[in-house]
């Protein structure tokens, strides 16, 4: 257990529609990343935020968009979902700084499928 | 830019013994990363390198060049439970917005064999 917790593990939903993603990061971490992971693919940075202000993006959608809150969990929103949005979110966590730890560590994911 | 190259594939006997190659390209370094992931599942830290040479864990060692931009990932005595995809990662330089980035290869498929 990495103590990085994501909510829902599962969703499916249909074409269109609007998902929020939640993820609780490590006790004491102020980082969190969003990653996502199609099927057969790499992990593709999305964004990150420290303390609650984005602080790099990646290769992240105009239609998604994450936030992280004042108690340091994060909810990456993703809207007018397509079919090629099915895919695994991956948050991660990691202590904050110039002189951080060594890792940064993941959540279990949330399979998102969109039908 | 940061770049990452590993091959995309690999297969080994259980027993024997595999490395994983990573090249990478990028304008600043803080240290490079292997993880293991299981198909569905989240990558779990095997190794850490951020000075040049070899780190052993066990069963698993990662080498570190930093001015070939190379590492590997050694596994010794491979079990089946080892088959899974290996990922290097880099951290690239502390920015001006007070964090750090980490960047992943594609990852290597490794499927151990009876």
């Known amino acids: 257990d990495s103590g990085v917790t994501q909510t829902p593990k599962h969703l499916i939903t249909a074409t269109g529609q609007r998902v929020t993603l939640r993820c609780s990061p490590r006790?004491?971490?102020?980082?969190v990343y969003w990653y996502q992971q199609s099927l057969d693919q790499g992990l593709q940075f999305l964004i990150q935020y420290y303390n609650g202000e984005e602080r790099a993006k990646g290769n992240i959608l105009e239609r998604f968009s994450a936030q992280q809150f004042p108690d340091l969990h994060s909810e990456l929103n993703l809207s007018s979902l397509e079919l090629g949005d099915s895919a695994l979110y991956f948050c991660a966590s990691s202590v904050s700084g110039q002189l951080s730890g060594n890792t940064i560590y993941f959540g279990e994911g949330s399979w998102l499928t969109v039908v | 830019g940061q770049n990452i190259d590993q091959p995309t594939e690999m297969t080994a006997t259980e027993g024997a013994i595999v490395q994983i190659n990573c090249t990478y390209q990028?304008?600043?370094?803080?240290?490079l990363f292997w993880y293991q992931q299981h198909a569905g599942e989240a990558p779990t830290f095997l190794s850490y390198n951020v000075l040049d040479g070899l780190e052993e864990k066990g069963r698993f060692s990662s080498f570190l060049s930093r001015s070939k931009g190379y590492s590997y990932l050694l596994l010794k005595e491979l079990q089946m439970k080892d088959s899974a995809s290996y990922l290097c990662a880099v951290r690239g330089p502390f920015t001006t917005s007070g964090t750090y980035k980490y960047i992943f290869g594609t990852g290597t498929r490794l499927k151990v064999l009876a």
């Open positions: 990028t304008s600043g370094f803080n240290g």
């Open positions: 006790s004491g971490d102020l980082s």
